[in-house]
């Protein structure tokens, strides 16, 4: 009993970050076309910000939460305006949209992984915070584990929030839908795909600050969080993003699962789920 | 894609051609060591993307499952490397590839665009995970070595491999398959109702250019002669292709060979001249290739040789 409690709480757990990571990528997707393979790069520059201003700084990295958050969001918006944009405009089909900011993103990947490398060295990093471990019903967890399902709830239930109420997320809902007719009804087409893609670099980050107080963290850690996400936004649907979130947790269960009968077999399960979910229910477990 | 105009230049095409393959046949008798070490990594990369643009090019199913070929037929020669003998070997790396893709293509049917690319994507990682787990659970050891072959006969391997590729690119272009494949890329529900046997025509192609990859990658592990799951089945190898294509510009049938070539070549000289800087400039190459030569480098030359009639390319990439 108190090994499924464990399992349980193991999962969601991770599962919170994997729903952060996965939401950042499926808004740029479903919204900007942008199947942003470097996603995991900004996870990881998300990770070394907070790590870097906790060791210089010594400032507590749920504060860095929100000093990097602005920084980031400016970086993403104008990492799409000066690429993305212009692939946009000038590719002819959407095929090719999406096609061309695949590779396009492929090449950021390598750029901003190695400016990292430069700048921090391959040397794997960590620090402790919160390291006191909260004991619940026979099980032990570290305190700074806990945080993250509950900072990524905050985080989903804000962006639910922004989504749903205010303009701009009306906007972005209406440039998801149709970007050619919501630019006819006077939406900021550029700029509000453009701000989709910020926002998502911004869940990467914070995904990354996450990470950064729990795990250890290296420049080139990016792309299994890449690959984390892709798996959890097919699984929720390509574009939906409530699907991301409930995916991420089932995700989160699904990989502690495994990992308690076979630990080497969670990645492998993970893909294996991956294409049959492509093959059998490409819209997701909340498809249509 | 402009066959007519191609076919117009056939005699001195194939007289270039011809020229080129005897140059190269008979550089390791002239050439420095290193030379043919370089031409060997070049082949390498020109064999992915041939094989790659075979399926991909005119179908536009664009697949990133080539490491998972790659890789295969990399394994194919650590495993059975002291036992057989080396065109046997090549023959079954090959047939590896080949056997990989026709079950990931039986499989993939159903699925198109963004959804194919994903499914290819979580191939190459999925067989890349199983062989790890595999190796290190039940093999007992990650990596493995692989007995190394003199210089000179892995080069003459690849130009072998590369001249088969060649061919089979250019007779699946002009036979019926290829028209077929190229219907497809225009429009699949039209190539179905005008009947063309639209899954056999893609699994069968998708077959053929792994065997490619395969054989190359059986090959390619004598020169490395260490591998281990994460450098066969490193994703770069699925990306590279794609991206060599675009460089080199998929509308015409040389594209992707001057492409992988010149794209080869930067690889060597951006290594050796700036070690630690390599990648950073490699990723920003790629994104200015992806950002101001949509039509790849070929369509550039073009562009500037006819004195910018740039509509007669638009349509070459979808």
Redesign the interface.
């Known amino acids: 009993m108190v090994t499924l409690l464990n399992i349980i709480i193991d999962g969601l757990l991770t599962g919170g970050i994997y729903s952060v990571i996965a939401m950042g990528f499926g808004l740029q997707?479903g919204v900007a076309r942008v199947?942003n393979v470097s996603h995991g790069e900004f996870i990881m520059l998300g990770a070394f910000a907070t790590w870097s201003l906790y060791i210089a700084f010594g400032i507590n990295p749920l504060v860095s939460l929100v000093i990097c958050g602005p920084v980031l969001i400016i970086i993403g918006f104008l990492i799409h305006r000066t690429?993305f944009t212009?692939?946009r405009t000038?590719?002819?089909?959407l095929?090719?949209v999406?096609?061309?900011s695949?590779?396009?993103s492929?090449?950021?990947?390598?750029?901003i992984?190695?400016?990292a490398l430069?700048i921090w060295g391959p040397f794997i990093r960590g620090l402790t915070f919160l390291t006191y471990s909260v004991h619940f019903g026979g099980t032990a967890f570290g305190a700074n584990r806990l945080i993250t399902p509950l900072v990524a709830v905050v985080i989903s239930l804000a962006f639910y929030l922004f989504l749903a109420r205010a303009r701009l997320g009306k906007a972005i809902r209406a440039a998801a839908q149709d970007p050619a007719v919501a630019g006819l009804m006077g939406v900021n087409i550029n700029r509000v795909l453009a701000l989709c893609f910020g926002l998502g670099v911004l869940m990467a980050g914070l995904a990354g600050s996450l990470i950064s107080i729990t795990y250890t963290i290296t420049p080139t850690m990016g792309?299994e969080y890449t690959?984390i996400a892709?798996?959890v936004v097919?699984l929720g649907g390509?574009g939906n993003i409530a699907g991301s979130f409930i995916g991420g947790f089932i995700l989160g269960l699904i990989g502690s699962i495994v990992t308690y009968f076979e630990p080497?077999?969670a990645?492998?399960a993970y893909?294996?789920i991956?294409?049959l979910l492509?093959?059998v229910r490409?819209t997701g477990i909340l498809g249509k | 894609m402009n066959i007519a105009r191609v076919t117009s230049k056939r005699p001195f095409f194939l007289g270039l051609l011809c020229l080129i393959l005897i140059l190269l046949s008979t550089l390791p008798v002239y050439g420095p060591g290193y030379t043919v070490v370089l031409l060997t990594s070049i082949l390498l990369y020109v064999i992915l993307t041939l094989s790659w643009t075979i399926f991909s090019g005119p179908s536009g199913y664009i697949s990133l499952a080539s490491a998972a070929f790659f890789g295969a037929g990399m394994y194919t020669s650590a495993i059975l490397g002291k036992t057989l003998p080396l065109p046997v070997i090549i023959g079954i790396g090959g047939l590896a590839g080949f056997l990989l893709a026709l079950l990931a293509g039986a499989l993939t049917l159903r699925l198109r665009g963004m959804y194919f690319i994903m499914f290819t994507f979580g191939l190459s990682q999925l067989v890349q995970h199983v062989v790890l787990w595999w190796e290190a659970h039940i093999g007992g050891t990650i990596g493995r070595f692989v007995i190394l072959i003199d210089v000179t006969t892995v080069y003459y391997a690849m130009l072998v491999i590369f001249v088969m590729a060649l061919l089979t690119a250019y007779f699946i272009r002009r036979s019926r398959l290829g028209l077929a494949l190229q219907s497809i890329g225009e429009n699949e529900e039209a190539a179905a109702h005008s009947g063309v046997n639209v899954t056999l025509v893609k699994v069968i192609t998708f077959a053929i250019s792994a065997f490619f990859m395969g054989a190359a990658g059986a090959i390619m592990a004598t020169r490395w002669t260490y591998i281990d799951p994460s450098i066969a089945f490193n994703v770069l190898y699925s990306f590279m292709p794609v991206l060599m294509a675009i460089f080199g510009g998929m509308g015409q049938f040389y594209g992707p060979i001057i492409g992988a070539a010149i794209f080869a070549y930067l690889e060597e000289v951006l290594i050796t001249r700036f070690p630690y800087y390599y990648m950073l400039l490699f990723g920003i190459i790629l994104v200015v290739v992806i950002l101001y030569l949509p039509n790849g480098f070929v369509g550039l030359v073009q562009k500037w040789w006819k004195g910018g009639l740039a509509g007669q390319h638009a349509n070459t990439r979808r």
């Open positions: 997707y199947l690429l212009r692939i000038s590719s002819e089909s095929a090719a999406e096609g061309n695949l590779l396009a492929f090449g950021l990947l390598f750029i992984q190695n400016i430069l792309f690959a892709f798996i097919v390509l080497g077999l990645l492998i893909y294996v991956f294409m492509l093959m490409p």
